[in-house]
């Protein structure tokens, strides 16, 4: 099944900016600062050479001469949001663009074409075209695989530890390990990885469950469903089929590894949205539908289970050339977290907070304070009342550049 990838919104740059070294005064505007901390209206925000320099009451922060005021009475602003799971490789530039236009400042490529991913960060970088910052995996390690692209195919413990020396030289910024990958190529990757310092993410190979993931150090587990069918093949499994699995996730046996998982340390990208549009949304198949539906449906029960357990959450939309939209499923995701019981706050932080601190960069990302990178999203309404006004995007501030969504298509 393959789908095009659509563009939709575009988006302008304000000429009041220079791209050098952008310097912007947010004013008037109600600030949602990611911390968790008081809203704060009336508030200014300002923006020299790219980064926040100053952020409170409009009767406390003052605006340099010659800065360049952007009015933003009755308007919203939040952190820019970033999408921990995507492929860029599979939908082209377009989705860069695409992924701005929603307020989508940053994402985390989980898998794709190495050299074209670092041109298109390169020209981003540049400045000379629009798209968020761009952390990424290269290659999938995994096991064999028949006609499957950009793919370090990997059989053996040796072999798997060649990978890793291999993916360093070649600076990937963490790895990202496939479900066809042997149990025990996987935790030789996982010995030789945490001695080179290499986060890895992971799609569980089948055979190994989600604990024994989490056990072995990695980063991120990816894909709620695969907790679910780690349930099948965990040492001592007595259930035969994914609805009894995700029965077993939601009773003690899950509860007690979702506790481990949490104690860890280990994040989890569920990534609800690709399952509802891969195989829910968008199936063809009606009698597969009910029980799909279904799976989602308790698949939402899961996450909630994992909150209540303390397990770390990032929103990712797993965008690619099937299933799941760059840039506006982003925001779907975090409807289908509220929709799981988080808060709207704690939501939001999932894709702003939280990526901070699963990356360790909270002093450069994630908020609106001072000294943070001025990634924004201006929105008409406040997302606080309603998730789903996430959407509702009056502009974008990429890096300190003021972007104008011109028309709203969603
Ligand atoms: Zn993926």
Not at 57 to 67: I, K, L, Y
Not at 257 to 271: E, H, M
Not at 276 to 286: A, H, I, T, Y
Not at 347 to 373: K, S
Request: hydrophobic share 45%; aromatic share 6%; with cysteine.
């Amino acid at each position: 099944m393959s789908r095009a990838f659509v563009p939709g919104r575009s988006v302008s740059e304000e000429p009041v900016t220079d791209r050098a070294a952008p310097s912007l005064a947010l004013t008037h505007v109600t600030v949602i600062d990611g911390t968790g901390g008081p809203v704060v209206p009336d508030a200014t925000v300002v923006i020299r050479e790219g980064r926040i320099r100053a952020v409170g009451p409009g009767s406390a922060v003052s605006v340099p001469a010659g800065t360049p005021e952007f009015e933003a009475q009755g308007k919203f602003v939040i952190p820019g949001l970033w999408d921990m799971h995507g492929h860029v490789t599979y939908t082209g530039p377009g989705a860069l663009t695409q992924m701005v236009a929603h307020g989508v400042t940053g994402v985390r490529d989980l898998g794709g074409r190495l050299e074209q991913i670092d041109a298109w960060r390169a020209e981003i970088e540049r400045g000379d075209r629009v798209g968020p910052h761009i952390v990424r995996a290269g290659p999938f390690v995994d096991g064999p695989k028949e006609g499957i692209p950009d793919r370090l195919t990997v059989r053996t413990e040796a072999e798997a530890r060649r990978a890793v020396r291999s993916l360093r030289a070649a600076g990937v910024d963490f790895i990202k390990v496939h479900n066809a990958l042997p149990p025990a190529a996987f935790f030789a990757l996982m010995e030789e990885a945490r001695a080179a310092g290499i986060p890895v993410a992971v799609h569980l190979p089948q055979g190994v469950s989600s604990v024994e993931a989490s056990d072995a150090g990695v980063a991120s587990l990816e894909h709620v469903e695969t907790f679910a069918e780690s349930a099948l093949w965990r040492k001592g499994a007595t259930c035969r089929s994914v609805p009894e699995a995700v029965e077993e996730n939601l009773g003690p046996i899950g509860r007690e590894q979702l506790r481990r998982i949490a104690k860890n340390g280990t994040w989890y990208v569920p990534s609800l949205v690709a399952y509802e549009r891969g195989f829910v949304l968008w199936s063809n198949d009606p009698e597969a539908l009910g029980p799909r539906l279904s799976i989602h449906q308790k698949q939402l029960d899961v996450v909630r289970a994992m909150r209540e357990a303390g397990v770390r959450l990032l929103a990712g939309s797993d965008f690619s050339d099937w299933g799941a939209v760059p840039g506006i499923d982003l925001h779907n995701e975090l409807a289908l977290f509220v929709e799981a019981g988080l808060s709207p706050v704690e939501a939001l932080q999932t894709a702003t907070l939280n990526p901070a601190q699963f990356f360790g960069w909270t002093d450069r990302y994630g908020t609106v304070q001072p000294g943070r990178v001025a990634d924004l999203v201006v929105l008409d309404m406040n997302p606080l009342d309603n998730i789903s006004h996430t959407r509702k995007i009056h502009a974008v501030v990429l890096a300190g550049r003021l972007l104008r969504v011109p028309a709203r298509l969603t």
